[in-house]
């Protein structure tokens, strides 16, 4: 039978489908389709997108069976399984076990369908899941649970599998990354986990982390992002915001000073590492002021690669009950901090032609360089240069956010 995997949402969901589509292979031998959407519920544009994606799946598919699983299953499943498109809910912690899809038990390996998609350039591979702090903005913890972590030989398996199939690149992948080990015996560090597996794979050339909390970073993790050289320069922080009452207001752990101190420590032992962020407009309190010190982050920061989120009230949290934000403010406000980025990073660009860049090459003759900067490929490419494959370019130019060689 034909199995579809729709992914919404974080990298998280992405490795998540992965794996589901290798589990689900072995429900292939049955009749009907199986049509699966893996849903995202971090704000509410993403559970509109979850909805839009069900109909469009219903349409293509009408006969098949239709599943959700994913966070909004867990937070909106009354909502979802009232959907007439909808045949069943999975939760979202039962996703990958082969028992809610009655299929028999598999080792995971790598699915074909990455292969054939995304010609396999880079493993993802999930290390923790769920997340055990209380942001008053955030529902992720209603739909994944508390953390939840993997044992570093769980972790070293993964990566066997996907070394073996010729990746260049692993990201590590996690609701709360650096919360991993936790709940772990001893409570092992983030670092430690990263430290196994460069010395457990000698011959991986990219080890990326996907974001993480700066208020957990260990001094492991630390000296691992500032010199290791297979620890790639580049560092997405889950910053949510520059003023340090609306940090407080969210609940987070760091304050502005925090965020400073730890990317000047860094840039300082490794001045090409880039910045990352993400970053919430329009947090309920938020004035003209607050607002100001979020933008001035930006700048102070160097942050490269943003993901700027209007604020969204959702059910449930405490920040829905604060006072809230107009909707065409957070609007404005979301654009100012896109254009504030766009300015840091078209300089960021700018400062790399000439010089030569490690790139992995992906499908599309793109690439992304160690520090995450996309290049486009050389026009005559040897044959032997397939995606997955690391090559040395060296940009002449920007074009349209794009360096060239």
Known sequence: MTVEVHSLGCRLNISESETLRGLLRGAEDQ??????????????????????????????????????????????????????????????????????WNVPPAPIAPSPGLTARRAYTRGFVQVQNGCDHACTFCVIPQGRGPSRSRTVAE?????????????????????DLTSWGGDLPGSPRLGTLCEAILARFPGLPR??????????????????????????????????????????????????????????????????????????????????????????IIEELQVVHGHVFPYSQRPGTPAARMPQV??????????????????????????????????????????????????????????HVQPGTLIRVTPARVVEGILES
Do not use: Y
């Not at 032609?353 to 486009?376: D, M, T, W, Y």
């Open 326 to 383: 107009e909707a065409a403010t957070i609007r404005s406000r979301a654009g100012e901090l896109r254009e504030k980025i766009a300015g840091t990073r078209a300089n960021w660009l700018t400062g790399l032609i000439g010089q030569p860049l490690s790139v992995l090459a992906e499908r599309g003759a793109k690439g992304h360089a160690e520090n995450f900067a996309p290049v486009r490929l050389p026009g005559r490419l040897p044959d």
């Open 155 to 175: 972790v070293l398996h993964d990566l066997a599998v996907h070394i073996d199939a010729g990746v260049n690149e692993i990201v590590l992948t996690g609701v």
């Open 31 to 100: 009749p009907e389709g199986l049509v699966v959407v893996n849903s995202c519920a971090v704000t509410a544009e993403a559970v509109r997108q979850t909805r839009q994606a069900i109909r469009r799946a219903r349409k293509a598919h009408p006969d098949a069976r239709l599943i959700v699983t994913g966070c909004a299953a867990e937070v909106e499943r009354a909502m979802l399984a009232a959907m007439p498109e909808v045949d069943g809910i999975v939760a979202n912690t039962a996703k990958l076990d082969p028992r809610a």
């Open 207 to 296: 080890l990326r982390l996907s974001s993480i909390d700066g208020a957990e970073v260990d001094e492991t993790l630390f000296a691992l992002l500032a010199s290791e050289p297979r620890v790639m320069p580049h560092v997405h922080l889950s910053l949510q915001h520059g003023h340090d009452l609306i940090l407080k207001r969210m609940k987070r752990r760091h304050s502005r000073a925090d965020a400073l101190e730890l990317v000047s420590g860094l840039r300082a032992r490794r001045p090409e590492i880039a910045i990352g962020a993400d970053l919430i407009a329009g947090f309920p309190t938020e004035d003209e002021e607050a607002h100001a010190a979020n933008l001035s």
